[in-house]
C-alpha cells in the first residue's frame, strides 16, 4: 500500500526505496495544497536528518515521518495547543513522554499539526490558523466536491489531515471524547483510542486529567498496532482467534440514533459483510447508555477540569481565545465542589454496570459518528453559525465520548464505499481491551475495504 508504514520500512530495508526520497514525497505532500492549514509548523530539517540515517537503521520508525499534534512538548519549540494566548511561551525543555517515545522509534518529526485551540471540540474548526480540509485517504482526494471542503473533525485535526494525505505515516494526537476517532472516521483512516493509562499524558498540555488519552492515527490497523506498541511500551500479541471466535454487539439505541442516510447505509452495509463472514453479532438495548446525558447535566469533566487549568490565563487573555472555546471552558466555573465529586463516583458506579452488561462480549460495534463531514461552511467561525457548531460537535461527539467516560478503548475502521462521503466504523469494550480490539481490527478490516 502506498501509504503503509511497515510496507514503506521494510522497502527501505530492502533498499528497494531510499528513506530520503520517501521523507521528501512526504514534505512534498505537507507543502501541497491538500496541506493547507494542516501544520502550524513544519521541521524538514528534523525530518531529513532522521531519513539520513535510517538506511541499515533496524528501529521501528526510522526515517519515516511523525507528525506531533501542538498539544505536545518538543525540545526547542513552544507549545501553542491551536491558541494565540500561547503562542510566544518559552521552549520546551524536553519532548513530551509520547514523543521522547517515537524519537527513539527512529520517527522523523515532519512537523507540528494543527487543532482545535485546547483541543476543546470534535469539529476541527480554528479562527486562528484556519481549518484543514478533510482529505478521503480510501479515495486520495478532498472529500466532497471541488472548492466545498468539508470540516476534518477533532481536535486532532491537522494530524488526520497529515496522514490521510500521505504527508505523514502517524499522525500523533489526543483523545478526551473522540479527538483521534472522530477525525480518523471523517477522513477515511484508522484511529485508536487506547485505554488512557496505557500511555503517559506527561508533557501533553491537559484538557480534562481524567479522560485525556495519548493515541495516534495511520493508515492501517498493523501500523495502528506498531504506533501503539511503540507509544505505550508493550507489544500488542497477535490473535490467532478466526472471526466466527468473537461474539460481538451492536447496540440499539442511543449510538443508532440521528444517523444520515450515508452512515445508515455504510455501517448496515458492514454488518451485512461481517455477518456473511461468520461474526457473530448480536443486538443489545445498552440502557446504562441513556444515563449518559443526566450523568453529564452538571457539566461533565472536561469543562470543570479545563477551567481549572485555564482560569488564570482566561481572566488575562480571554478575548484572544476562540469564543467556542471560551464558551465551554467557562462552564466549568460554576460547577460546585459536590457536584464534582459525586460526578466521579457516579461515573465509577456507571462504568461497573456498564462492565457486567457487556461480560461474554468480545467488542461492541457502532458507528463511530452518526453523521459524515459537514461543509467547513456550515460551521465556519461566527456568532451566526455557532447554534449549528454545537449541534454538530454534540452529535459528532456523542458515541466516541461514550467510551471515553467508560475509561474504556476503542478503533475506528474506515467502512465507506468508493464515491461515498468517509464513514467509520467503531469497535470498542472497557478498559483493558485494547489487545482484544486490535487483533479483532486485523480481521474486520480486510471485510470493510472497498476496492
Known amino acids: ?23 521528501q514525497a512526504c514534505l512534498a505532500v505537507a507543502q501541497s495544497p491538500a496541506c493547507e492549514h494542516v501544520f502550524t509548523q513544519l521541521t524538514p530539517d528534523s525530518l531529513l536528518r532522521a531519513a539520513a540515517q535510517a538506511q541499515g537503521n533496524a528501529k521501528p520508525l526510522a526515517g ?12 526547542g519549540q513552544s507549545t501553542a495547543a491551536g491558541s494565540l494566548v500561547l503562542q510566544n511561551s518559552l521552549p520546551a525543555q524536553q519532548d513530551a513522554a509520547a514523543v521522547a517515545r517515537l524519537r527513539a522509534a527512529g520517527a522523523g518529526l515532519i512537523g507540528r499539526t494543527n487543532m482545535v485551540e ?33 470540516v476534518p473533525g477533532g481536535s486532532s485535526s491537522g494530524a488526520a489531515v497529515s496522514v490521510a494525505s500521505g504527508a505523514a505515516f502517524i499522525g500523533l494526537g489526543s483523545d478526551t471524547g473522540g479527538s483521534i476517532r472522530v477525525p480518523a472516521a471523517l477522513n477515511g483512516i484508522v484511529g485508536f483510542k487506547n485505554t488512557a493509562r496505557r500511555v503517559p499524558t506527561h508533557g501533553a498540555i491537559p484538557l480534562s486529567t481524567t479522560l485525556d488519552t495519548i493515541c495516534a492515527m495511520t493508515r492501517t490497523v498493523r501500523d495502528t498496532i506498531l504506533a501503539h506498541e511503540i507509544l505505550s511500551a508493550r507489544a500488542v500479541p497477535r490473535g490467532l482467534r478466526p472471526l466466527q471466535g468473537y461474539r460481538l454487539a451492536v447496540v440499539q439505541n442511543l449510538m443508532q440514533n440521528d444517523m444520515d442516510n450515508n452512515v445508515t447505509q455504510a455501517f448496515e452495509r458492514s454488518l451485512n459483510a461481517l455477518r456473511t463472514a461468520g461474526a457473530r453479532i448480536d443486538e443489545i438495548a445498552l440502557t446504562e447508555l441513556n444515563e449518559l446525558a443526566p450523568m453529564m447535566s452538571t457539566g461533565g469533566f472536561s469543562p470543570a477540569e479545563g477551567f481549572a487549568w485555564h482560569r488564570e490565563l482566561l481572566g488575562r487573555d480571554a478575548e484572544r481565545y476562540d469564543p467556542r472555546v471560551a464558551h465551554r471552558l467557562l462552564r466549568g466555573a ?34 463511530t459518528t452518526p453523521i459524515t463531514a459537514p461543509k467547513i461552511s456550515e460551521v465556519a467561525p461566527g456568532p451566526e453559525r455557532d447554534a449549528e457548531f454545537f449541534r454538530v460537535n454534540s452529535l459528532l461527539l456523542r458515541n466516541t465520548s461514550a467510551v471515553n467516560t467508560l475509561d474504556g478503548c476503542g478503533i475506528s475502521l474506515p467502512c465507506h464505499a468508493p464515491g461515498e462521503l468517509p464513514v467509520g466504523l467503531m469497535a470498542w469494550h472497557a478498559a483493558m481491551h485494547d489487545d482484544t480490539i486490535l487483533q479483532l481490527a486485523l480481521l474486520l478490516e480486510p471485510l470493510l475495504q472497498h476496492h
Open 64 to 75: 519515516l515521518a511523525v507528525s506531533i499534534k501542538d498539544l505536545f512538548d518538543v525540545q
Open 334 to 367: 460554576s460547577m460546585k465542589a459536590h457536584e464534582y465529586m459525586d460526578l466521579v463516583q457516579v461515573r465509577q458506579q456507571w462504568i461497573r454496570r456498564v462492565e457486567t452488561a457487556l461480560v461474554g462480549y468480545d467488542a461492541v460495534l457502532s458507528p
Open 1 to 23: 500500500m502506498k501509504f503503509d508504514l511497515i510496507a514503506t520500512r521494510q522497502a527501505i530495508l530492502s533498499g528497494e526505496k531510499q528513506a530520503q526520497a520517501v521523507a
Open 118 to 150: 485546547f483541543a476543546f471540540s470534535g469539529v476541527g474548526t480554528n479562527p486562528h490558523h484556519g481549518t484543514p480540509a478533510a482529505w478521503d485517504a480510501q479515495s486520495d482526494r478532498a472529500v466532497g466536491p471541488p472548492g466545498q471542503p468539508h
